[in-house]
């Protein structure tokens, strides 16, 4: 399926001259939802996985259906202030700002086998954040997986030790 026509380009949002992906058409499509959603599955393809770790927000959209499919564990990874219990925590900067993302201390097992996932790789900041925090926690990224990749804001480079997969590159 071409999920490109789901995506909606949204100028100046939040800020002037950043040009947004609007990934709500998609979601909204029952069918291209669906199929989103098992293409990210189908990146996953007999790997084993303990964890599935989603970033907030919008990580949080795909990330539990995977995490439930894959028979892993469902982790939240964040921003800062939002999490109850004892956290970690990173700072890191995204296309449009800076920020602190934090995971709770007991959120990953020394040994854990790890998919992150979230919507968008932008300049890479909140995916590298939330590698770190992940192999602070003794936890081996083993694939971050993404709806869109903005290529042209190299975001790749900075996760580039970690197998990637994409599902649409911009
Ligand atoms: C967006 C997006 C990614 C991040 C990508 O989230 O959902 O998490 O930015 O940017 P980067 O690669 O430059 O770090 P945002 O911080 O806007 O939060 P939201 O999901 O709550 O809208
Ligand atoms: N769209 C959605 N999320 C984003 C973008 C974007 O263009 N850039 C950074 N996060």
Redesign the pocket.
Known sequence: MDFAPYIRDIEDF?KPGVVFKDITPLLKDPKAFQKAGDALLGFTHNMQIDKVVG?????FIFAPMLAEKLGAGFITVR?SGKLPYSTISES??????T?ILEMHSDAIEKGDRVLVH??????????QAVCKLVEKLGGEVVQCNFLIELTF?N?AEKIRRYPKEVLLKY
Request: aromatic share 8%.
């Open positions: 939040p970033v907030d927000s919008r990580g921003k890191y900067d995204l296309e449009y700002g920020g979230d919507d968008v790789l932008a300049t890479g900041g909140t995916a804001l975001g």
